[in-house]
């Protein structure tokens, strides 16, 4: 069964903000996703609003034809956020304002009760809750005792990895990870640097059922226009 594919639109935004002004829109580009074959859009409403703004997801929750993933701070503030607006599933990510972009997953571990008070909220409103977090096992244990539906595993160091050696031992902690997680009933996904060229090793492990993809199919809708960025991640999702 092929995983589902989650667009991650916020690097349209990242264009958007980059001028301040209305274009190009990251609405618009998960209205192509959708129909292109994306099961499933992802945002990530920052603490800082430097890409993804309330705008942006006030008018994907009315608009989302699939199923909307709200990648957020694990925070009150946002939890009033994802009870507004009510997203089909939020992903719990860590945060720093300094960051180019999510460095690392959430240490669940060392904030087990906060994060079991946040993750119960959510639930108590019918959110579905992800954590995003390092393929450790520690983590995935943490994320089980915290009562998160699923993870999300941080692919970055598997994709950053500089020789074979070094990325078959990520990819194995991936699948550990994943293998673990499904054992104790979690759903598992997998994101962070993943592209066209390495995401068929973690397209092939049958315990993740959900890639979520941006800056990789962003970066090629430039060239290529946005549907067909995407029909080639879906094609390789089926075909891996």
Partial sequence: MAQRLGVNVDHVATLRQARRVTYPDPVMAAALAELA????????????????????????RETCQ??????????????????????????LVPERREELTTEGGLDVGSQREAIARLVKNLKDGDIV???FIDPDLDQVRASHKVNADRIELHTGRYCEARNAKDRAAELSRVVDAAKAAA?????????????YENVRPVARI???DELNIGHAIVSRAVLVGFERAVREMAEILHNP
């Fill in 129 to 131: 809750v992800s954590t």
């Fill in 66 to 91: 699939t199923a909307l993933n709200l990648e957020m701070a694990a925070s009150q503030e946002m939890v009033k956020v994802a009870y507004e607006y009510k997203p089909n599933m939020v992903t």
């Fill in 37 to 60: 074959g994306a099961d499933q859009i992802t945002i990530h409403l920052r603490e800082d609003r430097r890409h993804i703004q309330d705008r942006d997801l006030k008018i994907l």
């Fill in 206 to 208: 049958a315990e993740i």
């Fill in 183 to 195: 054992k104790l009933g979690m759903g598992v996904a997998a994101g962070h640097g993943l592209n």
